[in-house]
């Protein structure tokens, strides 16, 4: 009798415990119900003739190997010591976990530990929610054999085997985590998962149980111990003799540390990328990685700038410099250069220092009367004299001159733009309006916000620009007046093949080919006999120069048939001037961005020395006359009582600026914030005051072509 009704106990208990393991199983999920988790991928960056510039930041390794790429022995190494029945097992190996279960009982309970088949573990890795990863007991295991069991009903055991080789973590080193046997091969070998040998293959496989415990680089007494566990295994198994475990176990570890992912050339470009990346796919899809993005930029041009900017400015306490380069035609941009390395500083100066443009903003009210009012440079003529305060309605205190405080009496645009006269383009933007004026720039590509005031034609800007908005603007000219959005990237590749063009952004016709050439052979003559002589390198080009007050930024703006090329030059701070550098005398456009500007271009062209095509129609212009400033209330600004710089020579008393003044210790410029200069509340240099608002900056002008 109590036999029987131990029998019927045990029964009974039996028949709970698995009430309940069904029950247990029944409220999870089914596989079909969740959607494996996508660790992501490391995003790959590569140069427009396909040499590789790097990866994208990331701290997770992640590149998908295909099968054919994986060698068998390592995923006979693998199968070997961590699941040696993967073949003959349903995805879940019940004698394992009664193994662990047993033995983690006697240990005194607890989690469940071991026993994971690679499907099981695949499971974990990849498709188990959350809320189910924070325990590991009984009720745990239960649901992960259930799922890994449905796993293997829908896949072969060859795509479990790759997915996990895919998915599985190998270890961390130098804060970057290996994830896949890819990145792993590289972190761990340096070399391609392809090309290792049965000692590298068993090291790699043994890792995944206790990847910081195993790190070769940690511990390599303990790595070559967890190798030499894992070729046994492989004999076990009978995947290799004793004699290949005994060779391969008499060899060192091989590990070589090593900078595949960390590598990064032109490292300045790879932010920018990053950056547009976010802007066009959004940071989810790039945050996801396994991208290959393919960019415009010319490994060749990017030498030729950064030694064009060295060669001028390579002392110690000399300015920094920024050069960008577009190709006209197509907006795509081919160099952007810096003077510092990325080891200096992390700022880049051609996409993020926002700085006063001196006269070289002067070629927007030049298209303005050529585009809006088809006015000719060639007979439109002002006065070239002091603009005392009070000359302009609503501005009592702007008061206008140049440089050399001498002036050309009657002179028309095109030798106002030659020798860059301020006091020309202060009368013209008045006549032309300031608001058609900020139309104009931001059509040609400005991006910065304008604020319609009287001194941005002659630099004195709010917010300032870059070396890259100064390169698109001018290409639209080049271009035969369509404007192109600057691209650093052609296109990218998704993992799963699906490409995205980004070469080839919307154009818009912002002038005329026929206008545009007009301009051009305006600005021709800035090279030949003005203010950009040190620009001239014997081919056909043209261009503007830039100067600000105080001498706190020089420009070159400049294109040739086949190149729009912008150069600045300035110190961090926006109020330090370059009085003389290199006992160049006075920081002005003409003697420190040009000859950079002539040095890169002459190299750039290797050999080509076209010049500008001709319209079909040629343009026919007409005098413009402004009387009195008629047209300064036709698309201009009310008056205003704010303060503003302009260019060198130009405007009233000095500033009292609010922006940062000293650049960080050892001369390495590492403040962003002091590439954005705050809106200034006066003027010049010292001879009064304006009544404008922002920032000046100079440009040359006057009697004689400005240096």
């Known amino acids: 009798m109590v036999a029987t009704l131990v029998i019927v106990g045990i029964a009974l208990g039996a028949l709970s415990a698995v009430g309940w393991v069904v029950s247990v199983a029944n409220s999870a999920p089914n596989i079909n119900q969740l959607h494996p988790r996508d660790p992501g991928q490391i995003s790959e960056v590569f140069t427009a003739d396909g040499q590789r510039l790097g990866y994208l930041k990331s701290h997770v390794l992640r590149t998908v190997v295909p099968s054919s790429q994986i060698p068998k022995t390592l995923k006979q190494a693998t199968v070997a010591i961590e699941d040696r029945r993967f073949y003959q097992h349903g995805g879940v190996d019940y004698y394992a976990i009664l193994r662990a279960g047993v033995r983690d009982v006697f240990n005194g309970g607890g989690s469940i530990q071991g026993g994971s088949t690679l499907t099981m573990q695949l499971v974990r890795n990849t498709y188990l929610p959350e809320r189910y990863l924070k325990s590991r007991d009984l009720k745990y295991k239960i649901i992960e054999a259930k799922l890994a069991e449905q796993l293997e009903k829908r896949h072969t055991r060859a795509w479990i085997l790759d997915n996990y080789l895919n998915d599985v973590p190998y270890g961390t080193v130098n804060g970057q985590n290996a994830y896949g046997v890819g990145a792993a091969s590289q972190l761990f070998f340096n070399k391609p998962?392809?090309?290792?040998?049965?000692?590298?293959?068993?090291?790699?496989a043994g890792l995944p149980q206790a990847p910081t415990s195993y790190n070769p680089f940690l511990h390599p007494a303990l790595a070559k111990s967890r190798r030499h566990e894992v070729l046994q295994s492989m004999v076990t198994s009978r995947y290799i003799s004793q004699a290949q475990a005994d060779a391969a176990d008499a060899l060192p570890l091989e590990v070589q540390p090593n900078n595949y992912y960390t590598a990064r050339q032109q490292p300045y470009v790879l932010d920018y990328v990053q950056q547009v990346l976010d802007q066009k796919l959004g940071t989810k899809a790039v945050d996801q990685g396994g991208l290959k993005v393919y960019t415009t930029i010319n490994l060749a041009y990017q030498d030729q700038a950064r030694t064009a900017i060295l060669n001028e400015l390579g002392q110690p306490g000399d300015p920094a410099s920024a050069l960008v380069t577009i190709d006209p035609a197509n907006g795509n941009i081919l160099a952007m250069a810096n003077s510092t390395t990325y080891q200096q500083s992390q700022f880049d100066y051609a996409t993020q220092a926002n700085r006063q443009t001196g006269s070289a903003f002067k070629v927007f009210a030049l298209m303005t009367l050529i585009h809006d009012y088809n006015g000719d440079p060639?007979?439109?003529?002002?006065?070239?004299?002091?603009?005392?305060?009070?000359?302009?309605?609503?501005?009592p205190t702007y008061h206008v001159q140049t440089s050399e405080h001498t002036y050309q009496g009657r002179i028309n645009i095109t030798k106002a733009t030659v020798l860059s006269d301020n006091t020309v383009f202060a009368q013209l933007a008045?006549?032309?309006?300031?608001?058609?004026?900020?139309?104009?720039?931001?059509?040609?590509?400005?991006?910065?916000?304008?604020?319609?005031?009287?001194?941005?034609?002659?630099?004195?800007?709010?917010?300032?620009?870059?070396?890259?908005?100064?390169?698109?603007?001018?290409?639209t000219i080049d271009n035969g007046g369509w404007h192109i959005p600057p691209t650093v990237i052609s296109k990218v590749v998704y993992p799963n093949?699906?490409?995205?063009?980004?070469?080839?952004?919307?154009?818009?016709?912002?002038?005329?080919?026929a206008q545009a050439y007009a301009a051009t052979q305006v600005l021709k003559g800035v090279i030949t006999s003005g203010t950009?002589?040190?620009?001239?390198?014997?081919?056909?080009?043209?261009?503007?120069?830039?100067?600000?007050?105080?001498?706190?930024?020089?420009?070159?703006?400049?294109?040739?048939?086949?190149?729009?090329?912008?150069?600045?030059?300035?110190?961090?701070?926006?109020?330090?001037?370059?009085?003389?550098?290199?006992?160049?005398?006075?920081?002005?456009?003409?003697?420190?961005?040009?000859?950079?500007?002539?040095?890169?271009?002459?190299?750039?062209?290797?050999?080509?020395?076209?010049?500008?095509?001709?319209?079909?129609?040629?343009?026919?212009?007409?005098?413009?006359t402004g009387s009195t400033y008629a047209h300064f209330a036709l698309g201009g600004s009310s008056p205003q009582s704010t303060s503003a710089t302009g260019s060198t020579g130009n405007t009233g008393a000095a500033p009292t600026s609010s922006?940062?003044?000293?650049?960080?210790?050892?001369?390495?410029?590492?403040?962003?914030?002091?590439?954005?200069?705050?809106?200034?509340?006066?003027?010049?240099?010292?001879?009064?005051?304006?009544?404008?608002?922002?920032?000046?900056?100079?440009?040359?002008?006057?009697?004689?072509?400005a240096p």
């Not at 060639?378 to 501005?395: A, C, F, I, R, V």
């Open 532 to 624: 950009g002589t040190s620009a001239n390198y014997g081919c056909p080009a043209a261009g503007k120069t830039g100067t600000t007050s105080n001498y706190t930024d020089a420009w070159f703006v400049g294109f040739t048939p086949k190149l729009s090329t912008a150069v600045w030059v300035g110190y961090p701070s926006a109020t330090t001037s370059m009085n003389d550098v290199n006992g160049l005398g006075p920081g002005f456009g003409g003697t420190l961005a040009a000859p950079i500007w002539k040095t890169f271009m002459s190299q750039a062209a290797a050999g080509y020395c076209g010049d500008f095509t001709a319209p079909a129609t040629p343009w026919q212009g007409k005098p413009f």
């Open 497 to 513: 093949g699906k490409v995205v063009d980004l070469g080839n952004p919307p154009r818009q016709q912002v002038f005329s080919d």
């Open 378 to 395: 060639n007979t439109t003529y002002y006065d070239s004299k002091e603009l005392l305060p009070g000359w302009l309605p609503g501005y």
């Open 193 to 204: 998962v392809a090309k290792l040998n049965l000692a590298q293959v068993a090291l790699l």
């Open 430 to 475: 008045a006549d032309i309006g300031f608001k058609k004026l900020d139309a104009m720039a931001h059509a040609m590509g400005i991006t910065s916000p304008l604020q319609g005031n009287p001194s941005e034609v002659i630099g004195g800007l709010k917010v300032g620009v870059s070396a890259l908005q100064m390169a698109d603007a001018y290409a």
């Open 659 to 705: 922006t940062p003044t000293t650049p960080t210790t050892g001369g390495q410029y590492t403040n962003p914030q002091l590439y954005n200069p705050a809106p200034q509340t006066g003027g010049g240099n010292g001879t009064g005051t304006t009544g404008l608002p922002p920032a000046a900056h100079p440009g040359s002008g006057g009697a004689s072509p």
